[in-house]
Nanobody
Framework: QVQLQESGPGLGKPSQTLSGTCTGS??????????WSWIRQPPGKGLEWMGV???????HYSPALESRTSIFRDTSKNQFSLQLSSVTPEDTAVYFC????????????????WGKGTQVTVSS
């Protein structure tokens, strides 16, 4: 069974670059059958898709976040990571990693496995 586990900094300050990692088990992130996304949910708001890395290593970002987002992977550890730069309090959210249910870039509804999420709070 596929399991995803996020880890993150918990707390950050405005203007910092924050990073989080998603560790997968039960399926290799390098396989082309699935994609791997980062999604966040600010308090009181809906889910927001941030970006994806495919099994081939291609990355795609939400246009709203592209200038501040970087997604990369370490296949030897079966991990993929998110960096978000120039953070503000509006980046406070629960951050999730999730697996797309097929080889093409999926919408949020197309995710079949999710991590439990990690809370990140940006505050001065």
């Amino acid at each position: 069974q596929v399991q995803l586990q996020e880890s993150g900094p918990g707390l950050g300050k405005p203007s910092q670059t924050l990073s989080g990692t998603c560790t997968g088990s039960g399926g290799a992130i390098s396989r082309s059958e699935h994609t791997w996304s980062w999604i966040r949910q600010p308090p009181g708001k809906g889910l927001e898709w941030m970006g994806v890395i495919t099994g081939d290593g291609d990355v795609h970002y939400s246009p709203a976040l592209e200038s501040r987002t970087s997604i990369f992977r370490d296949t030897s550890k079966n991990q993929f990571s998110l960096q978000l730069s120039s953070v503000t309090p509006e980046d406070t959210a629960v951050y999730f990693c999730a697996r797309g249910d097929g080889p093409t870039i999926a919408t949020i509804r197309g995710m079949d496995y999710w991590g439990k999420g990690t809370q990140v709070t940006v505050s001065s």
